[in-house]
Antibody, heavy 121, light 112 residues
């Protein structure tokens, strides 16, 4: 079935870097954008950016530019999100999510299970 | 402070209908038909319930419906059921600000 499976929970020190993976299966990986979002404990959802798995083009939230990098490896149908210079504000559940359609890239129909990131000082 | 404004909570009895509002601006909700609604249970990933204001993904009950007027979108749940108790988030594409997609703060739906 169609699914996104993310890497496991991470505990990081402030100032360190984070890399989360998102393995897609059950559909053609290069057809649909992958978005990254996060949710701080008890808070709402925050969009981080997207990657076009076909071209590798990315757009990230401007308040994170310079700290976030999104990449993909089409040979293993996996998307990655790197976030550097972590602070306590980056502690959250991180999700990857698939856009619902080629021309409907702002809605997300398949979500990963989430990757919990803890940042310690 | 979320970009889109939702009520913090809405409640209703089983069988009733409830409506959740989502207010933005002409740069997001009012300017584009790219409003989505997500349902989230505690400890779970969000689930897409509506996209492009009114469209339901396959498998989503037709008890869920959407609409939009001006800068405000709405999600209506008809025939409220116990399983509908969850947090609901609206989102929209936005042409302004540091983000491409903005979310509401979430609405906790309680089934009395």
């Amino acid at each position: 079935q169609v699914q996104l499976v993310q890497s496991g929970a991470e505990v990081k020190k402030a100032g360190a870097s984070l890399k989360v993976s998102c393995k897609a299966s059950g559909y053609t990986f290069t057809d649909l954008y992958i978005h990254w979002l996060r949710q701080a404990p008890g808070q709402g959802l925050e969009w981080l950016g997207w990657i076009n798995p076909n071209s590798g083009a990315t757009i990230s939230a401007r308040n994170l530019q310079g700290r976030v990098t999104m990449t993909r490896d089409t040979s293993i149908t996996t998307a990655y999100m790197d976030l550097k210079s972590l602070t306590s504000d980056d502690a959250a559940m991180y999700y990857c999510a698939r856009a619902i359609g080629v021309f409907k890239k702002w809605s997300f129909d398949i979500w990963g299970q989430g990757t919990l990131v803890t940042v310690s000082s | 402070q979320s970009a889109l404004t939702q009520p913090a909570s809405v409640s209703g009895s089983p069988g009733q209908s409830i409506t959740i509002s989502c207010t933005g601006t002409s740069s997001d909700v009012g300017g584009y038909n790219y409003v989505s609604w997500y349902q989230q249970y505690p400890g779970k990933a969000p689930k897409l319930m509506l996209y492009d204001v009114t469209d339901r993904p396959s498998g989503v009950s037709d008890r869920f419906s959407g609409s939009k007027s001006g800068n405000t979108a709405s999600l209506t749940i008809s025939g409220l059921q116990a399983e509908d108790e969850a947090v609901y988030y609206c989102s929209s594409y936005t042409s302004s600000g540091p983000l491409d997609v903005v979310f509401g703060g979430g609405t906790k739906v309680t089934v009395l």
